[in-house]
Structures are given as structure tokens and as C-alpha cells.
């Protein structure tokens, strides 16, 4: 009997392959861990074992040329993706809605959450130590599933329950913000640095 694929949930994986480009940022973001004392402090008081920029600096395009390229550079990925969703943006295009610094030191990680009010989530990274962990995708109806029984160890991705994305420097993934996803403990020696986006319609 033929099966069909349905209610599919993409997740683009690409690479910007610019190492001057990411060096150029993971400067930049190491600049903003000193300089932004708000974000320290938000990171502090709520548990963020690490830096990010998240709830204090929402203008770093504006702030900064380095995340002002990388702004531009997201932009042609993002109505690449949006294409690819078969969305009907009724002649308009996404906008970039809030962008942030993540870095993450050892043992950090990020529970399972989604993005509201956003349309195309991602994150671009730049320093990603070995054993630095994956973002890992949760499959939307999983709260749904009663007695299904697991699926085998070697499924197709299609068919897992959750799919795990290990990035490299450079790595840039977009996803669908309403997917529910989770940033696996940091176990390397060094700090993970990324810069997560969300963009609207």
C-alpha cells in the first residue's frame, strides 16, 4: 500500500563558508560579553550559564557593521526558506524582528522552547568547540502520540521523534518558529557562541 508524507516540517541546514566573516563576528560577540553589563546581569539572575544579549541589546545591526552584514546575508537565506515553506506572503517579505549573542560556556544548555510571534526562527554559529552538544528538534505532535510505540534506532529522519543537528563554525539552521527545539548541554572545554534571529511578516 503506498504511504504519503504529510505535514512535513522543514528545517533548512546551510553553510556561510567565510571564516574572515565569522572571525570578524566571534570578536564581536566576545566585545558585546564585556561591554553589555544589562546582559550580563539578565544572564546572571536568570540562570544563563554564559552570555547572551537576548533581554538587553536589540538593535545590533544598527550598533554593529559585523551583525549589520550578517543581517543581509540572513535576509536572502530567509526568503530562500520562506519560499521552500510555500508560504503566501502576499507580496511581502519577512522582516528581521529581534537578533542576539549567545555564548554558552561549558555545561550550559537551553530547554525545549519555540518562538512566538515569529514566523522563521534560527541561529548562525560561530564557535562551536568539540562536544558542544546539537540543537535538537522535537516532532510537533509528539504530545499526541498516546501508545505509539518508539520508533527503531535507524528511522528515517522523517520519522524520528526528535532529530538532532550537530553545527560546525559556519553552520546557519532555520526552522518554522512554532518547532519546539532545545540546545543540548555545552560538554566541551570552550565557550559555544552563536547568534540567534527570529524574523516576522
Avoid at 572571525?23 to 558585546?32: I, K, S, V, Y
Avoid at 519555540?114 to 554559529?125: A, C, E, K, N
Wanted: glycine share 8%; net charge positive; charged share 25%.
Amino acid at each position: 500500500m503506498p504511504a504519503h508524507s504529510i505535514f512535513a516540517s522543514l528545517v533548512a541546514e546551510d553553510r556561510i563558508d567565510d571564516p574572515a566573516f565569522v572571525a570578524a563576528l566571534d570578536t564581536a560577540c566576545r566585545r558585546l560579553a564585556v561591554d553589555d553589563g544589562a546582559g550580563r546581569r539578565w544572564s546572571r539572575d536568570h540562570g544563563y550559564r554564559g552570555y547572551t544579549s537576548y533581554a538587553s541589546l536589540g538593535d545590533l545591526p544598527k550598533r554593529d557593521p559585523d551583525f549589520a552584514e550578517l543581517k543581509r546575508r540572513l535576509d536572502r537565506h530567509v526568503a530562500a526558506f520562506a519560499k521552500d515553506c510555500a508560504f503566501d506572503l502576499a507580496g511581502r517579505r519577512l522582516k528581521l524582528d529581534s537578533l542576539w549573542v549567545n555564548i554558552l560556556k561549558a555545561g550550559g544548555a537551553h530547554s525545549g522552547h519555540i518562538h512566538p510571534h515569529s514566523v522563521v526562527s534560527g541561529t548562525f554559529y560561530i564557535a562551536v568547540p568539540a562536544g558542544a552538544g546539537g540543537l535538537r528538534f522535537e516532532d510537533p505532535r509528539l504530545a499526541m502520540m498516546m501508545a505509539a510505540p518508539t520508533r527503531i534506532a535507524d528511522a528515517p529522519v522523517a520519522l524520528r521523534r526528535f532529530v538532532t543537528i550537530d553545527p560546525v563554525p559556519g553552520t546557519l539552521l532555520l526552522w518554522e518558529s512554532w518547532l519546539r527545539h532545545e540546545v543540548q548541554p555545552n560538554e566541551g572545554k570552550g565557550e559555544r557562541i552563536s547568534v540567534s534571529f527570529n524574523y516576522r511578516w
